[in-house]
């Protein structure tokens, strides 16, 4: 494939892009059709010409006089064809100045001249090739003065401070009176939200600051943990030095906009432990910076995110327990400052507590481990809707949580606003989900079980059930076609999971649960469903024998079936739909 051949990269930036003349105007068309040609590029998008039929150097420039002639006479499908045959290295430097000038409407006084598209098409083409690398800086050096108009548009916060009024309603507001255009931020905040590597194009030129605010003061780094765009959290997080102003929290960022806070209440854990490091190493962090962790609403969020090292450090440095919240109402705003309203005397249980908030979200074992030595709050404890924590870990399916929870938490302990116990109520939300984990957390629970537990047939019946129930929850429904019919491959790790589950209760099952009356209910109503492929200890075939004279029973299950061969019984009978 032919390569752009630069003799005199150093000439590159003298050459003055120009337009076509106006008595070109088919040339003009398909320099349009390129422009979008690359626009496509840079998104991911390419026609099957451009892989199959791609035009060769010499091909192109015999188009190239065919569309500069006066009598050319193309329509514009063939254009669209051609610019998808044209492979960006066979364009001379002067034609991707030109398409570049379109790009970015240079020629167009009264057209904004960046778009987050140009922007992401930019850096794209850099990436495309060494040498279109090369026309690219060049490009973007010798058109530095056409930056300007964007760039005297941007609203620097501490480069503004004339425009800059204290408003109640949030700190540090600009004035909008004195702004020419507010909408030229959109660009900077489409690209930290989007893509970091746009954002960093604009950094490098100085178009905008990684420290930068928009319209309203809120930072660049604000919008992208807002939107969850951590490469862009982490972009920011890594340029900033650690001594700058923009980490201190009684700076013009104001405590509310502090970085720490922000990726605490998004429980962005790369990002909090990123910028937690990096200020720690730096020693750019001091205690009265930390003050807002005093609120039990950050120590929640802190529950559902960090280690039980970091929980330590907070405790030994900063005097800061995230494990001690379990005491007030923590549903509204106004529990961020410290004012909230007790317990009361006819329900004393709280919201939530630190347990229930890290047995949930948190994956880190030794955050439980924190808490158990730490807390100083039973982990049995319930809270204002009467759950546990091991039920929210059993909701959360969080796996290290409910097995080590399994360990601590009283499995047949009688909740007052509920029927059930705990554990029933947590191994109804393990049975019905099916995650990888879910078989895990399944026997974690079965294990803690006492064994006289399993005497109990009407609880074991119910478990089957649950099972049952959510294996239709899930859209696993092979008698009749499903609204929602999964994937065939979530279909097997379903029906395995289900038959799994199904094996471990049935194994911690006394021998006289065989022919009892809950097996013969759960049978049934497998049956019904049909799930057949249920172990055989669970779902007894020669209950399903024909009772009609003259016919005979059907054959016992023999020793070698178990739960892989009843897989087979579905894949016989296929539903419709699936």
């Not at 009688?414 to 957390?441: G, I």
């Amino acid at each position: 494939m032919s390569t752009i051949e630069i003799s005199d990269t150093a000439s590159i930036s003298s050459r003055q892009s120009e337009l076509p003349e106006d008595d070109t105007p088919q040339w003009n068309l398909f320099l349009d059709c390129l422009v979008d040609r690359i626009r496509a590029f840079a998104m991911g998008i390419r026609g099957k010409e451009a892989e199959e039929d791609p035009l060769t150097p010499d091909q192109f420039l015999d188009l190239e006089e065919r569309l500069q002639g006066r009598d050319a006479d193309m329509s514009h499908a063939e254009m669209i064809i051609y610019a998808k045959q044209t492979r960006l290295n066979i364009l001379p430097p002067e034609l991707i100045y030109q398409l570049l000038d379109r790009l970015f409407n240079f020629q167009r006084e009264d057209e904004e001249n960046l778009d987050l598209v140009s922007l992401h098409t930019l850096h794209s083409l850099r990436q495309a090739s060494p040498q279109i690398y090369e026309i690219v800086e060049e490009y973007m050096s010798d058109s530095a003065q056409k930056w300007i108009k964007f760039k005297e548009y941007e609203l620097d916060f501490y480069r503004n401070r004339d425009h800059v009024r204290d408003d109640p309603a949030g700190p540090w507001q600009l004035d909008v009176y004195k702004i020419p255009d507010l909408d030229k931020t959109r660009v900077p905040i489409q690209a930290i939200t989007s893509c970091c590597e746009c954002f960093a194009i604009l950094d490098e030129f100085s178009l905008i600051s990684a420290e930068g605010f928009d319209s309203n003061g809120k930072s660049f780094l604000a919008w992208a943990i807002e939107k969850n765009h951590q490469f862009g959290t982490n972009w920011i997080i890594d340029q900033v030095p650690a001594e700058s102003e923009f980490w201190k929290p009684g700076s013009e960022v104001g405590e509310e906009n502090h970085a720490l806070r922000l990726l605490v209440e998004a429980s962005n854990s790369d990002g909090f432990h990123r910028l937690w490091s990096k200020l720690i190493v730096a020693d750019a962090l001091e205690t009265s910076d930390l003050d807002w962790m005093h609120s039990d609403y950050y120590k929640l969020k802190l529950c559902t995110f960090v280690t039980g090292e970091l929980a330590n450090i907070f405790l030994d440095d900063h005097e800061i327990n995230i494990g001690d919240v379990g005491k007030y109402y923590l549903d509204s705003p106004q529990s961020r400052d410290g004012e909230r309203p007790l317990r009361t005397d006819d329900d004393p249980s709280p919201v939530t507590t630190s347990w229930h908030e890290a047995a949930k979200y948190n994956p880190n074992e030794n955050i439980l481990i924190f808490l158990d030595e730490h807390s100083g709050i039973d982990p049995n404890i319930r809270n204002r809707l009467g759950l546990t924590p091991i039920m929210y870990a059993a909701e959360g399916e969080n796996s290290i949580a409910v097995q080590w929870l399994s360990l601590y938490a009283d499995p047949l302990v009688t909740l007052p606003s509920r029927p059930e116990t705990q554990f029933p109520y947590a191994l109804k939300a393990v049975a019905q989900n099916h995650s990888y984990n879910s078989d895990t957390m399944w026997e974690a629970m079965l294990d803690a079980l006492p064994t006289e537990a399993f005497d109990d047939f009407l609880m074991a019946q119910k478990m089957f059930n649950f099972i049952i129930d959510g294996l239709w929850a899930a859209g696993f429904e092979p008698r009749d076609p499903h609204p929602q019919p999964p994937l065939p491959e979530n279909r097997i790790i379903t029906m395995f999971l289900a038959a799994e589950k199904c094996q471990q209760l049935t194994n911690r099952l006394p021998e006289r649960w065989e022919d009892s009356l809950e097996q013969v209910s759960v049978t049934a109503r497998a049956r019904n469903f049909g799930y057949s492929f249920l172990p055989p200890s669970m779902i007894r075939r020669r209950y399903e024998a024909n009772t009609k004279p003259g016919r005979p029973e059907l054959p016992k299950p023999k020793p070698t079936d178990d739960l892989f061969t009843n897989f087979a019984s579905l894949f016989r009978r296929r539903p419709q739909g699936l």
